[in-house]
């Protein structure tokens, strides 16, 4: 009797011994495991919201007609994810108007959505305008000439413009027909700056319902005179092939703005050789007196236009 008492307990303490190895290993990979699996989520994570911070990049580069950047960060950040903020303003005549903040959100888990399009503007049609979602400021729109009835009509703000006093505008003109870099430069006044010069559309594709996701080329914002250089010129190609490479599959109305920005690229790849659809300018209201009779000019869409008392 005795030796069955002790080898029961001898049996029930191998038995308690061994799940208390078992238990102890578990803890010890579970411990080594924990930092790995961080490390790993966290560097999948930087991979996510780097790949935002590039698209956001590239849309500043080549789709930010007039806007500029002041700051790209992570915030909202958790062990899951976070989000990439940019803030945005707009420059009239040395004055700074807000704009829409860019964000998108990424996560380890990936799938933290089509990065382009989280970076991207959107807008509110009304009064026959377009108007920024978060500031509500107006959008100033490029027309597409072939398109003879588009969603947002045709509008020729420069007279509305030159008529008021003691105010700053920002004005979206579009050419009758493309010009060179050299025919825009001596067409617009020297008292009006050229901030952002579009480079059109293809087919039929409605420019107005395109939530000011243009293409264009930014002139340098440490530059007042509207003038570009080779060196400004040649980044803007590359960014645009590298936006054709990546096709973004942002299309309107079958138009596809990778496969343009590709095909823009290949046919102007040097700033001699490129054509314009159309260019946003600045400048005091006065100073668009000189462009009420321009017969160049298919349309003049007006965008931020404010009394300077009113913008400070």
């Known amino acids: 009797m005795n030796e069955s008492k002790k080898f029961r307990r001898l049996a029930r303490w191998v038995k308690i011994r061994r799940w208390l190895i078992t238990v102890g290993i578990a803890v010890i990979v579970v411990g080594a495991a924990l930092p790995i699996a961080y490390k790993l989520t966290q560097m999948r994570a930087a991979k996510e919201s780097n790949a935002i911070m590039q698209a956001m990049t590239l849309n500043q580069e080549i789709m930010a007609p007039n806007i500029q ?20 303003y707009k420059e009239i005549e040395g004055y700074r108007v807000p704009w829409s903040t860019a964000s998108g959100n990424y996560t380890w888990l990936g799938g933290g959505g089509d990065t382009l399009a989280n970076a991207t ?24 000439t072939r ?13 509305q413009v030159a008529r008021s006093q003691r105010a700053v505008a920002e004005m979206a003109i579009t050419f009758k027909q493309p010009l060179t870099y050299r025919q825009v430069r001596a067409k617009l006044p020297a008292k009006l700056h050229a901030q952002w010069y579009w480079i059109g559309v293809d087919g039929q594709a409605d420019s107005t319902m395109m939530d000011n996701n243009f293409l264009g080329l930014q002139v340098p914002s440490i530059k007042h005179s509207g003038r570009l250089t080779t060196a400004d010129y040649q980044p803007f190609v590359a960014a645009l ?3 054709g490479q990546a096709s973004s599959g942002m299309s309107y109305d079958k138009f596809d703005l990778s496969k343009f920005a590709r095909k823009y690229a290949k046919q102007h790849p040097t700033l001699r050789q490129a054509k314009f659809a159309g260019v946003i300018v600045t400048g005091n209201s006065e100073d668009f007196t000189a462009l ?6 298919y349309a003049s869409s007006v965008g931020i236009f404010k009394p300077r008392t009113e913008i400070k």
């Open 69 to 88: 950047t002041s700051d790209q960060y992570l915030g909202n950040t958790s062990i899951m994810g976070g989000e990439v903020i940019s803030h945005r």
């Open 121 to 144: 503007d959107w807008g509110d049609t009304a009064d026959g305008g377009l108007y920024d979602r978060l500031t509500q400021q107006k959008i100033p729109l490029f027309y597409n």
């Open 147 to 159: 398109v003879k009835k588009p969603e947002i009509k045709v509008t020729q703000a420069i007279n």
């Open 241 to 243: 092939r590298e936006e």
């Open 292 to 297: 009420t009779q321009a017969n160049w000019i």
